[in-house]
T-cell receptor
């Protein structure tokens, strides 16, 4: 079955520290991978997506993710956390049939 | 303003009473989709539609129906709701296949079935 797995349901970082949110995908998931952010009481917003054009993908708000086929990973990073980054983050994959597969989410807390 | 709207935003109902959650987008998008979000499970796709009269099952279609008679609307129908369908529901749309176009999400509908 196609799937994406997010490691760590809760991550805490200090303001200004590196943010690293982990996502691994099953090898059967085609290389359409996404990161979404959900702020409290809101819908999801696209941060970035990988569609095989480049392995390092830059997104909004200073986030980026690197597609590593050898590790079947698509981890999300940001060099310096800001208080406004506190939110829930979802990794997702898209099948060739346009069906989405979401991870279970990682809640990011930023400590002042 | 370009947006995806859902109604109602909050709904409490009883087991077995048919209900419809509406979803409408004003962006002339071809792709529309319904998701449910549950704690610890993330989002799971219920149904999606690539265009008018074209719908496909997602990961968790059991107990739900959809229709796509008009491009802008994609209602979610629960013929006989059960407590395990208590969840937060999101509708989303994109201009075309989400591999190429960004998916825009509605504000969500919180459904409680007692």
């Amino acid at each position: 079955a196609q799937s994406v797995t997010q490691l760590g349901s809760h991550v805490s970082v200090s303001e200004g520290a590196l943010v690293l949110l982990r996502c691994n995908y099953s090898s059967s998931v085609p290389p359409y991978l996404f990161w979404y952010v959900q702020y409290p009481n809101q819908g999801l917003q696209l941060l970035l997506k990988y569609t095989s054009a480049a392995t390092l993908v830059k997104g909004i708000n200073g986030f980026e993710a690197e597609f590593k086929k050898s590790e079947t990973s698509f981890h999300l990073t940001k060099p310096s956390a800001h208080m406004s980054d506190a939110a829930e983050y979802f990794c997702a994959g898209l099948s060739t049939g346009n069906q989405f597969y979401f991870g279970t989410g990682t809640s990011l807390t930023v400590i002042p | 303003e370009a947006q995806v709207t859902q109604n109602p935003r909050y709904l409490i109902t009883v087991t077995g009473k048919k209900l419809t959650v509406t979803c409408s987008q004003n962006m002339n998008h071809e792709y529309m989709s319904w998701y449910r979000q549950d704690p610890g499970l993330g989002l799971r796709q219920i149904y999606y539609s690539m265009n008018v009269e074209v719908t496909d099952k997602g990961d968790v279609p059991e107990g739900y129906k959809v229709s796509r008679k008009e491009k802008r609307n994609f209602p979610l129908i629960l013929e006989s709701p059960s407590p395990n369908q208590t969840s937060l529901y999101f509708c989303a749309s994109s201009r075309g296949t989400p591999s190429r176009y960004e998916q825009y999400f509605g504000p969500g509908t919180r459904l409680t079935v007692t």
